[in-house]
């Protein structure tokens, strides 16, 4: 059984998150170092979030509380990406739990990336700090069955 | 269906002239053909000539049919038509023909498909499975010469691979032949002519060392085997793929540790198993690119991914390129199992009479001639691995004497 069990669903829950969390975290700025729309292409269920940057602040590096660095776009009528991945919903949730190594999906093809990946390797270290949020998150959206036993957590 | 009348004033045996002048004699028997794409086999009259230098005539008694004879009657294997369907058996030589060295009337044989000539550039560098005539015989359906023994309705008739099995008798190259001992029953020593070979070489060609994790991706003739070969050469964990679940169990008979349900996420099972680091081998053996790119993916790093499965002439397969050398995983393919029929064949009776390797599991369906589009369409439908025709005379007295299985004897 997949995680979402259809497109509502995961925007309802992956969509609420960067909506509602990672839009509003200090390293939500980093995007504007990627330089353009970042699409997530999802599978399983057939999906599509578009992260679309917002006019780059004049000073990143202080984020204003009032205004995301980007908005969201649910479903095929984003603009055109500047980087896209392409997974299916469980491997979304997986990464954003933190469980992928996204050097390994990537070899392994569970992730597939189109675009310059070496401005979204920047972001990736900067990820360890959303991780957490993403299960709390779940927790208090009441999805805590969706939370992996942590016996099996791996990366 | 059923077979055809037989030609009228048509005798056992006639003489006809095949256009150089020489008269050869011919034996008019039954063969399961498809005189186009996508045209439902019928068995029919052919006339088969008899065996020219080098050729032997083997009456069959049992022929197995495989997933590539579907593709032919598709088109997704594009062969030469019209033709004649089979390239595993075993049967009797009835007839040799000049030059014949190695076998004689009244052998019992299996009848294999890559006739390697012995001399070109693959067959002296130990891969005969690779045989340039042989391979070249395969494409066009003739012998070396272009010649095919058979005419139907006074007309070439090709045949699947140098054999054409699915028929009463074949005429094959020397080559194409192996004998085999006097206990073995018919139709268990017919899989030792394509799936045997393919499946258990397969995993005795791969770098699998004792206490390795395998996995192997759809468990038809093929990949049943390859569960074999992977536990005769001491793998721990063999992983089993299959969407039918009688299948996953007959995999677990065979020696599978593991069963996954191929209608769920392969991949992350895979990767569960295997504490996230991916197996040390991985097979596929149905021939379809989505499973070709996951059995690389499933792979470790250092690991090797064989495909066994035969895809579509045209098909492509797209892989991460990355992890080629960042993860050193090696792709590899293998044909006939990589097979020397000669030298293996043998081997693998060997291993049959030794109880290692089992092939009752995977004779439990058989049919007679006239029912091979029933046979086809539960291969199809997943109703049975393996389906083999057996003919009315194959239940000798040496295959009476010994019908169940060696492995299972010993337990008994």
Sequence with gaps: MTVFKDAEALYDILGGFFSDRVRWTDEAHLIHQVGGPITFIFERPAAQICWVPEAASAEPEEPSSERAPFRLVLGAAGPTPLLTFRQDGDTAHRFWLGLLDLQQALARQQVRAQGPLSRAMKLLPHLDAIYPLYPEYLTSRGHGDLLPPAAGLRR | ?412
């Design chain 2, 1 to 412: 269906m059923r077979g055809r009348a037989r030609p009228a004033g048509r005798g056992e045996r006639g003489r006809q002239n095949q256009g150089g002048g020489v008269a050869l004699s011919t034996q008019t028997i039954q063969a399961v053909v498809i005189a186009d794409y996508d045209q439902t086999p019928q068995v029919e009259w052919v006339e088969l000539q008899d065996p020219g230098p080098g050729d032997v005539r083997v009456r069959i008694h049992a022929a197995g049919i495989c997933h590539s004879d579907w593709h032919a009657v598709t088109g997704t294997l594009p062969l030469p038509m019209p033709m004649v369907l089979g390239h595993e058996a075993s049967g009797t030589v009835t007839d040799v023909g000049p030059l014949v060295e190695r076998v004689r009337v009244g052998d019992r044989v299996v009848v294999t498909w890559v006739p390697a000539c012995g001399h070109c550039f693959w067959c002296l560098n130990g891969a005969p499975e690779l045989c340039e005539t042989a391979n070249r015989g395969a494409v066009s359906g003739t012998g070396a010469d272009g010649r095919t023994p058979l005419r139907w309705r006074g007309q070439p008739l090709h045949r699947f691979s140098w054999s054409g099995t699915l028929a009463t008798a074949a005429v094959v190259p020397e080559s194409g032949v192996v004998r085999i001992g006097p206990d073995m029953p018919w139709r268990e020593a017919a899989l030792l002519g394509c799936a045997v070979q393919t499946g258990v070489g397969a995993a005795f060609g791969a770098p699998i060392v004792p206490g390795d994790t395998v996995a192997v991706l759809g468990l038809g003739g093929v990949g049943l085997n390859v569960v074999q070969g992977a536990r005769m050469v001491g793998a721990a964990r063999i992983i089993a793929v299959d969407p039918v679940a009688w299948k996953r169990e007959l995999a677990r008979e065979l020696g599978a540790t593991d069963t996954v349900d191929a209608s769920v996420d392969v991949l992350t099972a895979l990767l569960d198993l295997t504490d996230g680091r991916g197996v040390d081998v991985a097979f596929e053996a149905v021939g379809q690119v989505p499973l070709m790119a996951l059995a690389f993916n499933a792979v470790r790093r250092g690991g090797t991914a064989v495909m066994v499965g035969v895809p579509m002439p045209n098909a492509e397969l797209s892989l991460n390129a990355f992890a080629f050398p960042s993860q050193e995983k090696t792709l590899t393919g293998s044909w006939l199992g990589g097979s020397h029929p000669a030298r293996d064949i043998p081997r693998l009776e060997a291993l049959w009479r030794s109880g290692q390797l089992r092939l009752a599991p995977l004779t439990t369906h058989t049919y007679a001639l006239h029912e091979v589009p029933e046979a086809l369409q539960d291969l199809l439908s997943g109703r049975v691995a393996r389906p083999v025709v057996v003919f009315p005379d194959a239940e000798a007295p040496a295959t009476r004497a010994r019908t169940h299985d060696p492995a299972q004897a010993e337990e008994e």
